[in-house]
């Protein structure tokens, strides 16, 4: 069973306007890494200003695909079978995520939890409708990684023994920078996940541009599991020598990537190895949500 351990459905950001007619995934700078393996000839992390701006309409852009019959339509093409997808609140509600997946198994819910809602019922709500882990967006939802509010909500979800997903890696997703981005700093995050032992941590994007960071935290903490979205072969081994192979699992972050071209860099770097390539596309998520 292949799973993308990381997808989103509704827009999780200011000023972009759902758009499930468009059918098509944009194609301007990211497209470019996908068809390099996310490897990058031209500069080294983050990209120069003017690339940074042109990713960030890119993103935009196929934020406002995130719709159920896209993502649905994309895993059929993709051979997917199930897909974690994960709210970012105050953009959503629990409630409403837990409608949009409704009768749908092949989507596995996540819920979210921000201090403008009621996040305390909101979060009972979700677990007990079938929620299977929660997501946390330090930039997004601009709350640094050390706010007692993220101490709270851990010590209310903590005993539902479920994963916790963490947006990792400095990233601005406007055009204009709004000065969010340093939230994403995975170190920042070593706090909570110390705090927390028996709760799993997945770092989605795995540090993103800054991959070195979040490598260090799974080194550090036997509770930290890396995504690998965005993150080219190279980095996908380093991440397995680092952490092992019970702790690194493909996502896709669709509808920001096309999750084709995540998938084929987990199957290149298995080979061979079919038990990897199982635990790789869904083994390892499944037991975390299973
Ligand atoms: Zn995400």
Redesign the pocket.
Known sequence: MIVDA???MQA?IHGVTPDPGRRKMTHLLMWNYELLGFNNPLWRGEPPEWGRIIIAMEGQLRISQGCRENLLRYMDRNGIDRSVV?P?APFATPRAYLDICAGEPRLIPFTCAHPSQDWEGGLKEAMQGGCKGL?I?NILQRIPPEDPFWFAVLEAFAPYGRPV?M?SGEFDYYIVKDGYAPYGDTLRFEKLIAAFPQVPFIL??SGLYFPDKALELARRYENVYLET?FQPQKVVRKALSVAGRDRVMF?S?WP?SDSKYALRIARRVAGEDAALLDKLTGGNILALVS
């Open positions: 990381h997808t989103h999780a994960c970012v997501k967006h997903q947006h989605v994007h979205s996502g972050d920001e």
